[in-house]
């Protein structure tokens, strides 16, 4: 019923800069907090930043500094600037929002498909 479709991965080099999308299309009634993940190969998928309902960011202590997430409300969808992309930072990125749709109850976390960044040292 929601999907989440994230665009902006590809290869760039150490010092080099990515911004990612996450767009929400379906039947929509609301969306609260979001926020990015990623996950490299063998390694546990981990939180990188959120933002919520209100416009509040946190940050991952490895990416402060560098990475700003951002929402526009308005078209659903969320953003994150990554600059100063280390190797350490090669990962599969994910979405996740937390949406109601138009015939539900309660708020549940979609995610979106992951999108690939790899960083050259």
């Known amino acids: 019923q929601v999907q989440l479709v994230e665009s902006g991965g590809g290869l760039v080099q150490a010092g080099g800069s990515l911004r990612l999308s996450c767009a929400a299309s379906?039947?929509?009634?609301?969306?609260?907090?979001m926020g990015w993940y990623r996950q490299a190969p063998g390694k546990q998928r981990e939180l990188v930043a959120i933002?919520?309902?209100?416009?509040?960011?946190n940050y991952a202590d490895s990416v402060k500094g560098r990475f700003t997430i951002s929402r526009e409300n308005a078209k659903n969808t969320m953003y994150l600037q990554m600059n100063s992309l280390e190797p350490e930072d090669t990962a599969v990125y994910y979405c996740m929002m937390a949406v109601r749709a138009r015939d539900g109850f309660s708020f549940r976390s979609a995610w979106g498909q992951g999108t690939q960044v790899t960083v050259s040292s």
């Open positions: 933002i919520t309902s209100g416009g509040n960011t």
């Open positions: 379906g039947s929509i009634f609301a969306i609260n907090n």
